[in-house]
């Protein structure tokens, strides 16, 4: 393995699990804080709890941003380490997470104008809530597919270019299967308006893939005595 797809690949897995780690206490730490929540459809984060604290929502979304250029690097690393045989699929899977990172980007973006156009709108008439409803809604479905949909198909393509030839492979094969399944899942409850199904799908598979970043890290650790320049 060429030196610095290990070295990207060790310190992207310890980003994606600290910041996963840290995207699941925030998450959960709203629960705690406010009695009366509700989950829904979140913009920056794949879901938000309705609630009063609007700091730690902001930096629970932050947070989970932050995770979109690491995942990027890391499917980046699984494509050079992938052998000739299964380039094709890990290239299936890098272009899943392009796509994804792309419209989390934009959606992320949105959010401010989308904030600002809802202190606009309350302040005059109805029909501008209307509309920012329906931007509201559109933004939320974008940032759904990206984190269910394509981060699904990313997870599952991944699967070939770890060969199953020793029990870290198997791991890795077997978490990346179950974390693309339940965000596929989550995606189909999202569409036939199942929010509380899929929000629960979703935080499965975010488990399971705060797993798989444990795994990477043994994974190319187990590398550092075996890279070369090229």
Same mark, same amino acid.
């Given at each position: 393995?060429?030196?610095?797809?290990?070295?990207?690949?060790?310190?992207?897995?310890? /980003? &994606?699990?600290?910041? *996963?780690?840290?995207?699941?206490?925030?998450?959960?730490?709203?629960?705690?804080?406010?009695?009366?929540?509700?989950?829904?459809?979140?913009?920056?984060?794949?879901?938000?709890?309705?609630?009063?604290?609007?700091?730690?929502?902001?930096?629970? /979304?932050?947070?989970?941003?932050?995770?979109?250029?690491?995942?990027?690097?890391?499917?980046?690393?699984?494509?050079?380490?992938?052998?000739?045989?299964?380039?094709?699929?890990?290239?299936?899977?890098?272009?899943?997470? &392009?796509?994804?990172?792309? %419209?989390?980007?934009?959606?992320?973006?949105?959010?401010?104008?989308?904030?600002?156009?809802?202190?606009?709108?309350?302040?005059?008439?109805?029909?501008?809530?209307?509309?920012?409803?329906?931007?509201?809604?559109?933004? *939320?479905?974008? *940032?759904?597919? $990206?984190? *269910?949909?394509?981060?699904?198909?990313?997870?599952?393509?991944?699967?070939?270019?770890?060969? /199953?030839?020793?029990?870290?492979?198997?791991? &890795?094969?077997?978490?990346?299967?179950?974390?693309?399944?339940?965000?596929?899942?989550?995606?189909?409850?999202?569409?036939?308006?199942?929010?509380? &199904?899929? $929000?629960?799908?979703?935080?499965?598979?975010?488990?399971?893939?705060?797993?798989?970043?444990? %795994?990477?890290?043994?994974?190319?650790?187990?590398?550092?005595?075996?890279?070369?320049?090229?």
């Amino acid at each position: 393995m060429n030196k610095y797809t290990q070295k990207l690949g060790y310190f992207s897995a310890w /980003g &994606i699990l600290i910041l *996963t780690t840290l995207f699941i206490i925030l998450l959960f730490l709203q629960l705690f804080l406010n009695q009366e929540t509700e989950w829904r459809p979140a913009i920056t984060s794949y879901y938000r709890i309705e609630t009063s604290g609007g700091f730690l929502y902001d930096f629970c /979304g932050f947070v989970f941003f932050l995770l979109t250029p690491l995942i990027l690097i890391i499917f980046n690393c699984f494509h050079d380490y992938a052998s000739r045989s299964t380039r094709i699929l890990s290239g299936i899977a890098l272009s899943s997470i &392009i796509l994804s990172a792309v %419209l989390r980007t934009l959606s992320y973006i949105s959010q401010f104008e989308l904030r600002a156009f809802s202190i606009y709108a309350q302040s005059e008439e109805t029909y501008l809530d209307h509309i920012y409803s329906l931007f509201e809604k559109i933004s *939320t479905s974008v *940032t759904v597919m $990206a984190v *269910t949909v394509f981060m699904g198909l990313a997870e599952l393509f991944i699967i070939p270019v770890f060969s /199953g030839s020793n029990k870290i492979e198997k791991k &890795i094969r077997i978490t990346s299967f179950i974390a693309g399944i339940f965000n596929l899942l989550g995606a189909l409850t999202f569409i036939v308006k199942k929010e509380g &199904i899929s $929000a629960s799908f979703i935080l499965v598979s975010l488990l399971f893939f705060t797993i798989f970043s444990i %795994l990477c890290i043994i994974f190319f650790s187990r590398f550092k005595s075996q890279v070369y320049e090229g």
